[in-house]
């Protein structure tokens, strides 16, 4: 199966991503979507980039479901605070999080995690000193962002990934 797929993490990611982005599932799409993920891997190969070792795939799928919600939740609170809803003063600002979790991949997911929930920004991450400078749109408490970041996210990554 190796032979075949010799990253069927990211070859099952491309499908179904390539499947959820296409505007309907007709042949051409699932066509598009088995190319793909069939090829790719062999780019990474070529590459030479390791391949991913995850150590709690159901960790995962818990990770994948609060970031889930989280994205929702942001969303939400972006629309509130455009459209007016908010009846207090927003101030955004920064916040530096200090990290244990080291693996270039599991930092790559944390990044992508931050970016993609409205509403923060990952700005910079200081590798000798593991600290995260996250920008946040409506900063309300330093802290809380700080023990999210930490026992939200970090810790599920440092489970999948180290």
Do not use: C
């Not at 799409?29 to 190319?35: C, E, G, K, R």
């Not at 993920?37 to 030479?48: G, K, Q, S, V």
């Not at 929702?72 to 455009?82: F, K, L, P, T, Y």
């Not at 600290?131 to 996210?153: A, F, G, K, N, S």
Request: proline fraction near 6%; charge should be positive; glycine fraction near 4%.
């Amino acid at each position: 199966m190796r032979r075949i797929l010799p990253h069927p993490i990211l070859s099952v990611g491309l499908f179904v991503a390539s499947i959820l982005m296409s505007a309907s599932v007709a042949p051409p799409s699932i066509a598009l979507a088995v190319i793909a993920a069939l090829t790719a891997p062999w780019i990474m190969i070529a590459l030479r980039v390791d391949p991913i070792r995850v150590r709690a795939p159901l960790t995962m799928v818990q990770l994948a479901l609060a970031v889930a919600a989280d994205v929702v939740r942001s969303n939400w609170a972006v629309v509130q605070i455009i459209l007016g809803g908010r009846k207090r003063e927003r101030v955004s600002g920064f916040v530096h999080v200090p990290l244990t979790l080291r693996d270039r991949y599991g930092l790559a997911v944390l990044a992508i995690i931050v970016t993609s929930t409205p509403g923060t920004l990952w700005v910079e991450y200081e590798a000798a000193t593991g600290r995260l400078l996250l920008h946040v749109l409506d900063l309300v408490d330093e802290e809380v962002w700080v023990r999210t970041i930490q026992e939200r996210y970090e810790r599920r990554l440092k489970e999948i990934f180290e």
